[in-house]
């Protein structure tokens, strides 16, 4: 079993800059693949980011491609997305999810989440 708790989440203005974390406990974390997916009102979830669990491979939507970063600290067992430039549409609440055998931007693919860090981006 893997625990994810998220944390960062929060109002900011459109343009400003946010990093949500997701700290993980349980078997060691170093083993797996971890996406941020994103929920908002009244739509599906969906991909935002995820890292391989190295953090030597990324994939990003093409929505947030080159305003938000995935990375991990292993030895702190903790993934974090940084986002940056950030637009009002991007308020959703932000998942992190955890599997140990597969990478990718389904949101199938995971078997662990957290609960989810409200972001919410003002205009």
């Known amino acids: 079993q893997v625990q994810l708790v998220e944390s960062g989440g929060g109002l900011v203005q459109a343009g400003g800059s946010l990093r949500v974390s997701c700290a993980a406990s349980?078997?060691?974390?170093?083993?797996?693949?971890v996406a941020w997916f994103r929920q908002a009102a009244e739509k599906e979830r969906e991909f935002v980011a995820a890292?391989?669990?190295?953090?030597?491979?990324?994939s990003y939507a093409d929505s947030v491609r080159g305003r938000f970063t995935i990375s991990r600290d292993n030895a702190k067992n903790t993934v974090y997305l940084q986002m940056n430039s950030l637009k009002p549409e991007d308020s959703a609440v932000y998942y992190c999810?955890?599997?140990?055998?597969?990478?990718?931007?389904?949101?199938?693919?995971?078997?662990?989440w957290g609960q989810g860090t409200q972001v919410t981006v003002s205009s």
């Open positions: 349980g078997r060691p974390f170093s083993s797996y693949a």
């Open positions: 890292v391989t669990s190295t953090g030597r491979e990324t």
């Open positions: 999810a955890a599997d140990r055998y597969l990478y990718g931007s389904s949101t199938s693919i995971y078997r662990y």
